[in-house]
């Protein structure tokens, strides 16, 4: 069991130490003000708590038995998406969490794992060779398919596009064929092109459909998005309130705790999905630095784990991890700036939220898992 423990990466544990600090005191300064919000700070401490005894939990659990395993996990993680769905309250206009109490449980986030384990499995039968289109590559597409519908029609833009990029990302290392990367390509250019043309096409039926289907919001940010010199002031306000908050904390920023009385008021959620608004304004330019150096280093140090494996199984594990980490750093912090769409999806290890927070964590423990159980054998060719 030690020598378990010995083999956990360290320099990646203190940088969660650090970000543990950093979100506690974004949260603390982002909810101060906002009546019935004042304890988010104490309760990220205590997800943080749970994160870490989750870590060293799943660090001594071997992850080859969850790869072996990874139908089951995969029938669970489908069968938690179709019954939030049924049997859900809807909350801000989606049926996406069950409340336990005070608290919510998404089955969106914990599916990352499963779906990662179970293309991970997939991917290792192959033993380095090319994946083939039929037997791999399409097999792959079908069983992400699935939790990604099911995902979008909770409404959750966000975690199903997290979906995307982590097949994406794992496919990409996974000596996928060029040809097949060029076909891939092809298609989601030409799905992009088709999506807006057909847009700018059926405008007012499109916007007339949404409304009446009580999703106006998905109009509004698609809108915003594609045409943001004809949107009006109430469809990108969220963005604009966000840029002028991030650019006014300048070099060094306002300070700690000083934001709250000027733009950032009016941007909703500035303690979750909105929270690098506060890092902007209250650190400036240089605090978001350090928070992306912190992020720089943590995700160095997992494509190092992953290639110093023997079991490319792990591998893919952990780098569909770093995909599932980077796109939500890049979409988290490009919807603040307007260079992505605005979708709920958190700054990991940053955000306040129990569920995102308690997976990025098992996420992490997993990847210990992944060298804690690797043998002295040479990594692969």
């Known amino acids: 069991m030690l020598n378990r423990l010995k083999k956990i990466d360290w320099l990646m544990m203190l940088i969660l130490i650090l970000l543990m600090g950093i979100s506690t005191l974004l949260v603390r300064s982002a909810t101060y003000y906002t009546e019935g919000y004042s304890n988010k700070d104490v309760q990220t401490m205590m997800f943080y708590g749970a994160g870490f005894a989750a870590i060293l939990i799943i660090t001594l659990f071997d992850y080859r038995l969850l ?32 409340q336990i109490g005070s608290f919510l449980f998404q089955p969106a986030e914990i599916m990352k794992i499963f779906l990662i384990l179970a293309v991970a499995a997939l991917m290792g ?18 069983i992400s398919a699935v939790p990604f ?7 959750d833009l966000g975690n199903a596009m997290i979906y995307v990029f982590i097949v994406l990302g794992m496919l990409w290392i996974g000596n996928v064929r060029y040809s097949y990367v060029l076909i891939g390509l092809g298609a989601v250019v ?26 106006p919001h998905w109009y509004q940010r698609i809108n915003t998005y594609i045409h943001p010199d004809e949107a009006s002031m109430d469809e990108k ?7 002028i908050a991030i650019g006014s904390g300048g070099l060094s920023g306002d300070g700690y705790m000083q934001g709250e009385s000027k733009n950032r008021k009016f941007i909703p959620y500035t303690y979750s999905d909105s929270i690098f608004v506060v890092v902007g304004e209250e650190f400036g330019f240089q605090g978001a630095a350090v928070l992306l150096l912190l992020y720089f280093i943590f995700i160095y140090r997992m494509i190092l784990i992953a290639y110093q494996c023997y079991d490319r199984r792990g591998s893919f594990i952990i780098i569909g991890i770093a995909s599932m980490v980077v796109f939500q750093i890049f979409q988290n912090i490009g919807m603040m700036i307007g260079i992505m769409p605005l979708t709920g999806i958190t700054l ?13 964590m098992m996420s992490i423990g997993l990847i210990f898992s992944v060298r804690a159980h690797q043998e002295k054998y040479p990594i692969e060719t």
């Open 67 to 98: 790869v072996k395993t990874w139908y089951v996990w995969y029938a669970i993680g489908i069968v938690l998406l179709v019954a939030v769905y049924l049997f859900a309250k809807p909350i801000n206009g989606a049926k996406s969490w069950f």
């Open 125 to 142: 039968r192959r033993m380095g060779d090319p994946l083939s289109m039929r037997k791999d590559v399409l097999l792959i597409v079908a």
């Open 149 to 155: 519908l099911l995902v979008m029609i909770q409404p």
């Open 190 to 215: 030409g799905g992009v092109i088709l999506f807006v043309t057909l847009f700018n096409t059926y405008n007012t039926e499109i916007k007339d459909f949404l409304t009446k289907h009580d999703k």
């Open 237 to 243: 306000r969220q963005v604009e309130y966000a840029k």
């Open 348 to 360: 990991p290890f940053i955000s306040y939220g129990g569920t995102s927070l308690l997976l990025n």
